[in-house]
């Protein structure tokens, strides 16, 4: 299957997306003052394929956390994101790396990704949603968004292709039974919906990281006997 062009993307959006993510981003905004572990002063939070992200300014102007971490692959977006940053930026964090092989322990308070982890082959969503609790801490919250084929999404992506508007070449809908299967082992679903409005329909979960991976594991096996 032919990939993204994420330079093409990042260089020039997608039509519809100042209008779906004003949408997403008040939605996302809701969700982690709501689910924050922590007073959003001391909020350290990370945003997985966040290169020249478009919730970072309201983000930053509605919660104020303590940090911003930054994980993408995407030089040019990293590039595009850094022009947002003023020279004395101490508390923004970027990073150039893979999200499936990344060993980073940052212990993050909330973790949160929008359009990521569709990418990729049914093996490697499991992976990058793996990878938004492996930099958590324990307790902390995820927060992923990805689309869902609904029919509404099927029809607007139908009439998009017809027309060449589509770039997202790789894009692979998400059912919810696929993410709530891979999260199972991961943590405890606090909350989710589908976000109706933007048309190219999305859920959007709350995961909370399990908080002692071991004791529940424990647990479980436990309940099997």
Known sequence: MKKTDWDRYYSSP??????TRKITERILLGLIK?????????????ELGGANSCFFEGVREKIKPAQYHVIDNNQLGLDEFSKKLQNNVNDVFLYKDDILAMSRELELDMVFS??????FTPADTRKAIKAHFNILKPGGIAIISFPTP????????????GMGLWIFNDERPLSGEEVSDAVKDLGTILYEKIIWPIFLTQKIMVIQNYSAP????????ASAL
């Open 34 to 46: 709501k689910y924050s572990p922590v007073s959003c002063e001391k909020l350290r939070l990370g």
């Open 114 to 119: 929008v359009g990521l982890i569709e990418h």
């Open 214 to 221: 071991t004791a529940h594991k424990a647990k479980k096996q």
């Open 150 to 161: 609904t029919f509404l999404y099927r029809i607007i992506r139908f009439l998009s292709e």
């Open 14 to 19: 997608y039509r519809t997306a100042v209008f």
